[in-house]
Antibody
Framework: QVQLQESGPGLVKPSETLSLTCTVS????????WSWIRQPAGKGLEWIGR???????NYNPSLKSRVTMSVDTSKNQLSLKLSSVTAADTAMYYC?????????WGQGTLVTVSS | EIVLTQSPGTLSLSPGERATLSCRAS???????LAWYQQKPGQAPRLLIY???SRATGIPDRFSGSGSGTDFTLTISRLEPEDFAVYYC?????????FGGGTKVEIK
């Protein structure tokens, strides 16, 4: 079964760029579409965007101007970049397999935006 | 953007009881592209149901989904101790994908 593991800095300063990686094991990253989702502490889930096997992307309009997603097939990794972060971007960030329903999720990585 | 409203916000029930969770969409969900997830504290969401009524791999048959258009329901036929958690619906029929605000099923 596919396994996903998010990683990246746990603390990011305001106005800087948040950069996360999701390492996929147990399957080829090229075989599936992938999504990123976030969840502020004690709150609900927000879809950030998805990347297809073709490399094309689809982002949430609320974040579109600040988000970049990509895939590194040589490392079997996804990446997420979110620029110009503020405290409102503090959340648990998840990567997940799929572009519609999401059958497999990573355990998440907590990112705090603070100076 | 399709807004999903889940009700009730909290459901207080005892083990063995039946749980009925509602998810209402602000507009019709294309092709019943609706999923349900369970989330326990400190864990990632787990997919239970997709396409409104199809159980995901390994999900017990006490979990069932139904509905179409704008009204969807997740039913847990007999609550087990491990079922007390927060449940989210999600639509994937149109972009952006959206989630409901969640229903917490707690022990009465």
């Amino acid at each position: 079964q596919v396994q996903l593991q998010e990683s990246g800095p746990g603390l990011v300063k305001p106005s800087e760029t948040l950069s996360l990686t999701c390492t996929v094991s147990g399957d080829s990253i090229s075989s599936h579409n992938w999504s990123w989702i976030r969840q502020p502490a004690g709150k609900g889930l927000e879809w950030i965007g998805r990347i297809y096997t073709s490399g094309s992307t689809n982002y949430n309009p609320s974040l579109k101007s600040r988000v970049t997603m990509s895939v590194d097939t040589s490392k079997n990794q996804l990446s997420l970049k979110l620029s110009s972060v503020t405290a409102a971007d503090t959340a648990m960030y998840y990567c997940a397999r799929g572009s519609g329903w999401l059958p497999d999720w990573g355990q998440g990585t907590l990112v705090t935006v603070s100076s | 953007e399709i807004v999903l409203t889940q009700s009730p916000g909290t459901l207080s029930l005892s083990p063995g009881e039946r749980a009925t969770l509602s998810c209402r969409a602000s507009q019709s969900v294309t092709s019943s592209y609706l999923a349900w997830y369970q989330q326990k504290p400190g864990q990632a969401p787990r997919l239970l149901i997709y396409a409104a009524s199809s159980r995901a791999t390994g999900i017990p048959d006490r979990f069932s989904g139904s509905g179409s258009g704008t009204d969807f329901t997740l039913t847990i036929s007999r609550l087990e101790p491990e079922d007390f958690a927060v449940y989210y619906c999600q639509q994937y029929g149109s972009s952006p994908l959206t989630f409901g605000g969640g229903t917490k099923v707690e022990i009465k």
